[in-house]
């Protein structure tokens, strides 16, 4: 019988890392821990609060939010119907859920700016590449109720931080406001009639998209395309003057923090709910896929969801590509555990557990062998696992109370009471971080 395969689109992270010469096969799942506990520190010292939501929604969700003349709800989607008949859809996003959670459970009663973050998996029906997947994480702040230019800059911030706390070199961030509804309908109006004449040189889905959703056409990656909206008209020649002035706050607010940027007027993000702000943090190291983090502002969103009128702003960073570049910058490193216990005999086997579980009540990270086999063959398993001492119980040992600690670098091996291992384990602790200090020199 042949063993099933996971799906097209669909990675394993796995405890460690697997490699087809030097290309990564499979990620590591401490590079992807590192990154959720950076992220969880920097957001929690921010305030921002966790919130999971589901990962099935009504499709009728992001058909209105994110939009339906968008690929992601045209082509992109998975959804089905349940068997009560409704109309269900995988998330492709998370602000959307995010937003509805802040409706269903009243949070804008509680006053106040909202401040939320949130990580998981996402699912989008994808050609699946390096660092893009068809079920795919990522970690997303969002900040509702406040309309300042200072929430802008933020959550910006924050994502700067972020990436910067994980190491990550090589990184641009391009900027740009698409303004609110009524500059982008002048805007709209220009750039159709200006594509209008080039309709028949444009690359299929810009043709579709003239009509339905021409500013998407800025993104497009055709190069014939992309030659032809290099003259196209700045959306920024098109801002009002309340949306001028909030972008320019927001340019001064970034300049004083130090931040970096580049302004990139064909930057319209691929969601209709974007207003004003819009940004991307992209990587050289990462080729085509460039885009690390994604976001902006949403003003219209959460009314049209059927909440009250809310300013809302937020981002997402996709954890493939993230993970990715933290690996090309440093391959991971397994976690080993602090003592390796190998036991053979009935009555040694026994004890070898108790002990395991004495060693970890008090901080230890032990790993107990349970094959039974052959002491040389637990030995090798200790010697591989990485951990700075093994720890012998044989059934002698075992009846006597004592047990034997080998160090496995410096094969220096001795005798000693359970009872005194167990009464001094700080003393423990401290041997083992000088053995790996021994090591690491």
């Not at 079920?135 to 700067?160: K, M, N, W, Y």
């Not at 003592?339 to 004495?358: D, M, P, T």
Request: net charge negative.
């Amino acid at each position: 019988m042949e063993p099933i395969q996971s799906l097209p689109g669909t990675e394993d992270i796995l405890p460690k890392a697997q490699f087809v010469g030097q290309d990564l096969k499979v990620a590591d799942i401490h590079t992807w821990q590192r990154v959720e506990a950076t992220a969880r520190d920097i957001l929690g010292r921010a305030a921002y609060r966790e919130i999971r939501t589901p990962t099935f929604e009504a499709t009728s969700l992001f058909e209105r939010g994110i939009g339906e003349a968008t690929d992601v709800v045209g082509k992109e989607m998975y959804s089905f119907k349940d068997k009560g008949d409704r109309g269900c859809t995988l998330r492709p996003e998370g602000t959307a859920g995010v937003v509805r959670a802040y409706i269903q459970n009243s949070l804008y009663a509680q006053g106040g700016v909202q401040r939320l973050w949130y990580t998981g998996p996402m699912f989008r029906y994808e050609r699946p590449q390096k660092g893009r997947q068809r079920q795919f994480h990522q970690v997303g702040v969002e900040v509702l109720g406040s309309a300042d230019p200072r929430a802008d800059v933020e959550v910006i911030a924050l994502a700067t931080d972020l990436l910067q706390a994980l190491g990550l070199t090589n990184l641009t961030f391009y900027l740009n406001s698409v303004g609110d509804k009524g500059d982008r309908a002048r805007y709209r109006e220009a750039l159709v009639d200006y594509l209008t004449p080039y309709a028949a040189d444009l690359d299929a889905d810009s043709r579709d998209r003239l009509s339905r959703n021409p500013l998407r056409i800025l993104d497009s990656k055709d190069d014939k395309t992309q030659a032809i909206t290099q003259a196209a008209p700045s959306i920024l020649d098109y801002l009002g003057p309340d949306s001028k002035r909030h972008f320019d706050q927001v340019l001064a607010q970034l300049s004083a923090l130090g931040i970096v940027f580049e302004l990139n007027p064909r930057l319209v993000r691929g969601l209709d709910y974007y207003t004003h702000t819009a940004f991307e943090i992209q990587s050289s190291d990462l080729g085509a896929q460039a885009t690390v983090c994604g976001g902006g502002r949403y003003d219209g969103l959460v009314d049209a969801l059927g909440g009250p009128v809310t300013p809302a702003v937020g981002w997402a960073i996709g954890l493939e590509r993230l993970t990715l570049l933290l690996e090309a910058l440093q391959p991971p490193v397994a976690m080993a555990p602090d003592i390796y216990i190998v036991s053979r005999g009935e009555l040694a086997e026994a004890n070898a557990l108790q002990l395991a579980q004495k060693l970890r009540h008090q901080g230890l990270a032990v790993e107990l062998d349970l094959s039974g086999s052959a002491f040389g063959k637990q030995f090798k398993r200790a010697d591989r696992s990485g951990a700075a001492a093994c720890l012998i119980v044989g059934d002698d040992e075992a009846s006597h109370g004592t047990v034997q600690v080998k160090w496995l670098v410096s094969g220096e091996q001795i005798s000693c009471s359970q009872a005194s291992l167990l009464s001094d384990v700080d003393g423990f602790l401290q041997q083992i971080h000088n053995a790996r200090l021994k090591v690491a020199m």
